[in-house]
């Protein structure tokens, strides 16, 4: 199938994946997760919201937990690169007929709601309250120190339109996994706009429904001390898949899920990708060497579960790929 091609010159600009906002059930169990466990910092708190951000970012929150009656993810947030987007954006999403709408949002400037052709729903802001950087202030890192939001992947649901669509929007294609044949279908794909491998990539399957969010952390031994600690803290159960490395990206990477069930990556090493002319790389559906470069499978709940968008309806996948799956 098709790979999409790059376009420079987008309808209006997006920097790059900015937050998250996920409904939880029991705030104070969540909060405790992502503070203690993972190591995020708390910006701000009230009885039903908390803020968090990693120690490198300085805007006011990377992820939003709200309390809410059953898990869900909410938003997916994008940064703009001006107000003057914002206007673009929403004029984009007007003459598509998608559905939008200014809305004030606590610590955000100005904020776009919006909704792409397959039920994602966007937050679009160009500005955010700032806050001090905790980079070297070593002595606030806990758990995994987490630097920075990374990346979000998705259950669609219609892999090919939505590569398409957001191709259109100025993310560009780095790897992908394909069916082998002249026929193949592309069952996965990796897009950024801030120069590394992602900052949304597509996963075909039922959705659509938020698949994982990811933090960047400093270092691999993170990441295993992380292990470690959740082996013996109560968490084992939380602990999905890896430590290992990724083929696809070549990060080093952990997937755990937290008390509702939200997936969340912890992930270093991966790669630059910001030349004009950065050619996608093709995976086969069938390489073992694509989800973990040392050969092991992910395993079946990795494939099947995810988070629910709030108030979406799930499709089917267009066609069921042939992955390879831990028995
Ligand atoms: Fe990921």
């Known amino acids: 199938m098709p790979v999409p091609t790059h376009i420079f010159d987008p309808p209006f600009n997006i920097v790059r994946v900015s937050h998250v906002v996920l409904e939880v059930t029991d705030l104070a169990a969540s909060r405790a997760f992502y503070e203690t466990v993972v190591g995020l910092r708390v910006t701000d708190a009230d009885a039903g919201t908390v803020y968090l951000r990693g120690v490198e970012e300085r805007q006011h929150h990377s992820l939003v937990l709200r309390k809410a009656d059953g898990p869900a993810c909410r938003r997916i947030g994008f940064r703009l690169g001006h107000e003057a987007d914002l206007d673009a954006a929403a004029a984009f999403f007007a003459q598509r007929g998608l559905p939008h709408a200014f809305v004030e949002v606590p610590f955000q400037g100005r904020t776009l709601h919006a909704s792409d052709p397959f039920?994602?729903?966007?937050?679009?802001?160009?500005?955010?309250?700032?806050?001090?950087?905790?980079?070297?202030?070593?002595?606030?890192?806990?758990?995994?120190?987490?630097?920075?939001?990374?990346?979000?992947?998705?259950f669609a649901p219609e892999v090919q339109a939505s590569l398409d669509f957001y191709a259109a929007l100025g993310f560009r294609?780095?790897?992908?996994?394909?069916?082998?044949?002249?026929?193949?279908?592309?069952?996965?794909?990796?897009?950024?706009?801030?120069?590394?491998?992602?900052?949304?990539?597509?996963?075909?399957?039922?959705?659509?429904?938020?698949?994982?969010?990811?933090?960047?952390?400093?270092?691999?031994?993170?990441?295993?001390?992380?292990?470690?600690?959740?082996?013996?803290?109560?968490?084992l159960p939380n602990m999905e898949r890896g430590p290992g490395r990724h083929g696809i990206s070549n990060a080093f990477f952990l997937y755990i899920r937290?008390?509702?069930?939200?997936?969340?990556?912890?992930?270093?090493?991966?790669?630059?990708?910001?030349?004009?002319?950065?050619?996608?790389?093709r995976w086969s559906?069938?390489?073992?060497?694509?989800?973990?470069?040392?050969?092991?499978p992910a395993p079946k709940t990795w494939f099947e579960e995810g988070s629910l968008f709030a108030g979406q309806d799930l499709r089917d996948p267009a066609f069921v790929a042939d992955v390879i799956v831990a028995s």
């Open 119 to 154: 039920g994602l729903p966007l937050e679009l802001v160009a500005g955010m309250e700032r806050r001090p950087s905790s980079l070297q202030r070593y002595a606030d890192y806990q758990g995994v120190r987490p630097q920075r939001l990374d990346h979000v992947n998705v």
């Open 258 to 281: 937290d008390p509702d069930g939200h997936r969340i990556e912890l992930y270093t090493s991966d790669y630059q990708t910001m030349d004009p002319d950065h050619e996608p790389l």
């Open 285 to 296: 559906l069938r390489d073992p060497r694509r989800q973990t470069l040392w050969g092991a």
């Open 173 to 235: 294609l780095t790897e992908y996994a394909e069916e082998d044949g002249p026929d193949g279908r592309i069952a996965a794909g990796w897009m950024h706009r801030k120069g590394n491998v992602h900052d949304l990539a597509f996963t075909n399957g039922r959705g659509p429904r938020l698949h994982h969010l990811c933090y960047w952390t400093p270092t691999a031994l993170d990441i295993i001390h992380l292990c470690d600690v959740m082996a013996t803290s109560g968490y």
